[in-house]
């Protein structure tokens, strides 16, 4: 049985930095394109990033390039969030995502929270 | 960036009665959107892919249909535990992914 288990979360200060990390069992991660999806409190869901089954390539929202950069260990079946430079704006839920073809982030994890505050 | 748009914000409904929802995008996607549901407090589910196909485990009142630029999901004899916030997301042209802002079905 597939299981995303994101992990990280927490309150933070503007300016600061937080890693998130979605630890994935149940199928062959290694196979798999994963995403961060976010969504803000009582708002709808936003795509963040996206990595290729092997890391090699990477996309991301305009609104984090260059902040927040996407990673995966498939030694350790864990997939990564680097958030720097945090916003207010960046509060959210973050859910990390498996493609299940043909449909990218397809199932979900069950999110952890990030709150960016003062 | 393809943009989605969702109709009705809110629809009410009885439970037992049947509900439909829209989808639209600001250009063709051909048949490559996905239906989610998402209850409070938990994770967005997958019900439909392909604009039509049912995800494995998705209860068979559940259908969509359309392609191109206008979609439709519809659920024949609304259950307690669907009421809940339903969103379309075009996976035809990436990235970004986009979702539609959704909608939310409550009990009339």
């Known amino acids: 049985q597939v299981q995303l288990v994101e992990s990280g979360g927490g309150v933070v200060q503007p300016g600061t930095s937080l890693r998130l990390s979605c630890a994935a069992s149940?199928?062959?991660?290694?196979?798999?394109?994963m995403h961060w999806v976010r969504q803000a409190p009582g708002k709808g869901l936003e795509w963040v990033a996206s990595?290729?089954?092997?890391?090699?390539?990477?996309y991301y929202v305009d609104s984090v390039k260059g902040r927040f950069t996407i990673s995966r260990d498939n030694s350790k079946n864990t997939l990564y969030l680097q958030m720097n430079s945090l916003r207010a704006e960046d509060t959210s839920v973050y859910y990390c995502?498996?493609?299940?073809?043909?449909?990218?982030?397809?199932?979900w994890g069950q999110g952890t929270l990030v709150t960016v505050s003062s | 960036e393809i943009v989605m748009t969702q109709s009705p914000a809110t629809l009410s409904v009885s439970p037992g009665e049947g509900a439909t929802l829209s989808c639209r995008t600001s250009?063709?996607?051909?048949?490559?959107l996905a239906w989610y549901h998402q209850k409070p407090g938990q994770a967005p589910r997958l019900l439909i892919y392909?604009?039509?196909t049912t995800a494995t485990g998705v209860p068979a009142r559940f259908s969509g249909s359309g392609s191109g630029t206008d979609f439709t999901l519809t659920i024949s004899s609304l259950q307690s535990e669907d009421f809940a916030v339903y969103y379309c997301?075009?996976?035809?042209?990436?990235?970004?992914?986009?979702f539609g802002p959704g909608t939310k079905v409550e009990i009339k």
């Open positions: 995502a498996k493609d299940q073809h043909p449909v990218p982030a397809a199932i």
């Open positions: 149940g199928f062959t991660f290694s196979s798999f394109g």
């Open positions: 990595i290729i089954y092997d890391g090699s390539n990477k």
């Open positions: 250009q063709s996607v051909g048949t490559n």
């Open positions: 392909g604009a039509s």
């Open positions: 997301q075009q996976y035809d042209n990436w990235p970004p992914l986009t």
